[in-house]
Structures are given as structure tokens and as C-alpha cells.
């Protein structure tokens, strides 16, 4: 079991250059098998999600070359086997490859994907779109047979604008013949990366980014190059992080306008800060933050994903602040964690409200899920004293070189295998 300790209070100063971001580079993996020529990915972040799925390219066949941050991808030899549950369940991105195979072969096998527990996460939406581009649907258990004859255009409307059957109708539908709409799509930067890296390739998507997205089908995909964006929810994580202990702390290669909700709560919060065409420049305050209440919303709203770690920043604000969960039914495991380390909270239905500011001193806590690590790296870095992080797989299953990053900025944190 790996764990992190830190030594909190310091004070970090220098630069953190933001890695690829992770929530497109798990759909991008599984998109490259679209076309049977070479995909040469760029600006891949090295973390365990990323080679999971490179795990599941080679039970398929396909060659993986990692180099440096790059990944290329030749699916020239695939075979279409079933996705087996050990390698479903390690992450919740798996199920791109339903999406993937299906759009490729016709035929996709695998299991319910894994991915962190913070709500029942169902996949109804994707199988509801499957179906709709002429796919039949066994399941046996958690097992899944996605099945079609023939891939056709369809006119589909998302009950719920989800990333995830946004994109995996997406790689379904570029092959199909005819027309495909989706309506009420998921709008985040991810997805338009995910469309940009199918048209490289040869694939006929207009409107990614907008809540209307037309597939023109289209038969075969070519070669390409691509670059994955940076990680927008990395890139909040270390805002939140400088703004609690930076002192001109410099987030650079990033893109301000994927993390506009959060700069506009900082601003209200009266952060110290200043925003260039690529970076954010933070200091800390040496007087408390203003109180604000947050809701998360899908993009361009307030991301979920930094929902956990900004409620770290919300114990440093004056007053009553208010944060509230829509998109996830299970999201505020690391507020217990908080108020062991000296956080001010109350947990009713899915609002937290906090009464700052509080003294956090360190103590153990756990990682309960990805983002919940990150807040208690947040906290730890803050809080005086020592922090001991339990479950840290799930930290390193989003953030490349998280250790490495913030020691360069003067933070005292190890990983420990014990
Ligand atoms: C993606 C991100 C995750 C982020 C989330 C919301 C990846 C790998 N993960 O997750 O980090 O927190 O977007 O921004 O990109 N839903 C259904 N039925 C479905 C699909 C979704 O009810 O078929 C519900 C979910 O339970 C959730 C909401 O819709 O309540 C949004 O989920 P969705 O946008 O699909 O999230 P993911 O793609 O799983």
C-alpha cells in the first residue's frame, strides 16, 4: 500500500506546468482503434488510468509505443476479444471501448466499468444511444454484448447532458451510415478534443462544444496526429493549492477559459491573482477570503471535479459558505476527513456548509476517491503539521508526477510504500 505524507504550511513558490488532460486522453486511447493506420497521441499524461487502458490495447492486439509524452497507437493486427472484468472494472473509462469496438466491429464485449464510487454512475444513457444506432443489447450479470447488424444515423436526446454517452455515441456513430444528431450533449473542452482528434482522422463531427452535435458517417478513419489539452481540472486543483499557500505561484500551460467558473469564484473571493493568455499567477492572502456559495453544474458550470478540493479553500473564507453537489449523489467523502483536521462543516442532503476561517492541523486521512485525495493533498499542504494520506492509488490515478510538481515549488511530500 502506498501512502503520502505531508508536511504542511509551507509556503510554495515557482512554476507547476499543467500535464494532458486526463478525462480526454481516456477517451483518445480507445478512439485510436477507430482507424487501422498508426495514431500518434501527444502530451499523454503518465498516470495509472492512462496505462490501464494501454493495457486493454494490448489484450486486443494493438501496439502501444510510449515515449516520452506521447503515445502511438497501431491497431493494424486487433483483435475484437471480449474486454474481460479485471480490466472493465480498473477505471471508469473502460466503457469508451463500447463505443469504440462497436463503432469498429459491430460487436463490443466487456463488463460494467469501474472508476471511483461516488454515486451509482449508471451507463443507460449510453446503451439507450447504442440501441438507437441499431445496436441490440444482452447483458448477462455485468456483463454487456453490444451487437448490431448495421450501424445507422440517429436522432438522439440525451436525458441527461453525460460526458461519458456524449463521446461514446460520438466514436459509435463516425462509422454508421447516415446521420447521427445528439441533443442536449455534454458541452466540456474533453469532448471537443475527442471530436477534433475523430475529424484529424477523417471522421465528419460538427458542433462539439454546443449542445447539438452532427455526425455525418463515414467509412474509413486515417492516420493522425494529435495533442491532448491540458488537464483543466489539474490546472484548478493547483489554482486552489496556490491560493492557499502561493506566493506568486505560476500554473502555466493551461487554457484560463476551462477554469472560468472557478476564477470568477476566486475573484469573488477576493484572490490575489493575475491571468494571462496561458497561465495564472497566485498568492495567498494574508487576511481571510470573502464567503461564497458554489453549485456545480456541467460546463461551462462549476466542475464536480473540483468540487472537493475547493471545499478545502472554503474553510479559509470568513463567515458561512455554501457548497452544493448536483451531479453526483455521493460526493463529500472527505468531508469527514475535514473536519478531523479541524474544518467547521455541516453535511446536510448535498450541501455542505462551512463556517470559517478554521485552523486545520494534519493528522491521517484518507483518499477516499480521486478528487477526495486531492482536497486532502489540498488540506495537507495547508494545514500545519503532519498530513498521512492513505489510498493514494486513487491520487495517482489523475495527477502525473503530483510529488514531483509540488516539491519543485518547495512542498515537503513523500510517497511511502509501506
Ligand atoms: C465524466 C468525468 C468525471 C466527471 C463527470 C462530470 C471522465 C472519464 N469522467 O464522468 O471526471 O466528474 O464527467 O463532469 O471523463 N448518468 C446517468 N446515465 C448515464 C450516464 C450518466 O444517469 O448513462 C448520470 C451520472 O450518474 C451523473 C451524471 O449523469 O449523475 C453525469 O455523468 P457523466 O457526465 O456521464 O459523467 P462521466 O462521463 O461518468
Known amino acids: 500500500m502506498k501512502i503520502m505524507e505531508v508536511e504542511g504550511g509551507r509556503t510554495l513558490e515557482g512554476t507547476i506546468r499543467v500535464s494532458g488532460a486526463k478525462n480526454a486522453t481516456v477517451a483518445l486511447i480507445p478512439a485510436a482503434i477507430l482507424t487501422d493506420e498508426e495514431a500518434t497521441i501527444c502530451n499523454v499524461p503518465e498516470i495509472t488510468d492512462t ?33 474481460t472484468e479485471e480490466y472493465s472494472n480498473k477505471l471508469r473509462a473502460s466503457y469508451y471501448f463500447m463505443g469504440a469496438l462497436l463503432g469498429k466491429y459491430k460487436k463490443a464485449v466487456m463488463y460494467f466499468p469501474g472508476g471511483c464510487s461516488i454515486g451509482a454512475r449508471p451507463i443507460d444513457l449510453h446503451l439507450k444511444g447504442f440501441e438507437a444506432l441499431g445496436a441490440k443489447i444482452t447483458t448477462e450479470k455485468n456483463k454487456y454484448i453490444v451487437e448490431a447488424k448495421e450501424l445507422h444515423g440517429a436522432n438522439i436526446y440525451l436525458d441527461i447532458a453525460s460526458v461519458g454517452a456524449t463521446i461514446n455515441i460520438m466514436l459509435a456513430a463516425v462509422k454508421a451510415k447516415g446521420q447521427t444528431i445528439i441533443e442536449n450533449a455534454a458541452k466540456e473542452p474533453e469532448i471537443v478534443n475527442v471530436a477534433t482528434f475523430l475529424n484529424n482522422m477523417g471522421a465528419k463531427i460538427v458542433g462539439a462544444g454546443t449542445s447539438t452535435i452532427k455526425i455525418e458517417g463515414v467509412e474509413k478513419l486515417h492516420k493522425c496526429f494529435h495533442e491532448v489539452i491540458p488537464d483543466r481540472i489539474e ?14 505561484l505560476r500554473i502555466d500551460n493551461m487554457i484560463p477559459e476551462h477554469v472560468d467558473s472557478l476564477l470568477s469564484k476566486l475573484e469573488e473571493m477576493g484572490a490575489n491573482m493575475e491571468v494571462g493568455a496561458d497561465y495564472v499567477i497566485i498568492s495567498k492572502k494574508d487576511t481571510p477570503y470573502k464567503s461564497t456559495d458554489v453549485k456545480t453544474a456541467v460546463y461551462p458550470g462549476f466542475p464536480t471535479d473540483l468540487q472537493q478540493p475547493f471545499t478545502v479553500l472554503l474553510t479559509q473564507a470568513e463567515g458561512k459558505s455554501k457548497i452544493t453537489e448536483t451531479i453526483y449523489e455521493n460526493r463529500f467523502m472527505h468531508i469527514p476527513y475535514l473536519k478531523k483536521l479541524g474544518a467547521d462543516i455541516v453535511l446536510k442532503n448535498q450541501t455542505a456548509t462551512l463556517t470559517g476561517p478554521s485552523e486545520l492541523k494534519g493528522c491521517e486521512v484518507v483518499a477516499t476517491d480521486l478528487r477526495a485525495g486531492a482536497a486532502m493533498v489540498v488540506a495537507g499542504l495547508f494545514a500545519s503539521g503532519k498530513t498521512t ?30
Do not use: F, W
Open 51 to 83: 496505462e490501464a487502458l494501454c493495457d486493454i490495447l494490448r489484450l486486443l492486439n494493438v501496439k502501444v509505443n510510449r515515449a516520452s509524452e506521447s503515445v502511438v497507437i497501431n491497431p493494424q493486427d486487433m483483435v475484437n476479444l471480449e474486454i
Open 235 to 248: 490546472t484548478g486543483t493547483y489554482i486552489i493549492i496556490a491560493a492557499l499557500c502561493g506566493k506568486n
Open 389 to 418: 494520506i492513505t489510498n493514494v492509488e486513487h491520487i495517482l490515478r489523475g495527477y502525473e508526477q503530483i510529488i514531483e510538481k509540488l516539491t519543485e515549488v518547495g512542498a515537503k511530500i513523500s510517497l511511502k510504500e509501506i
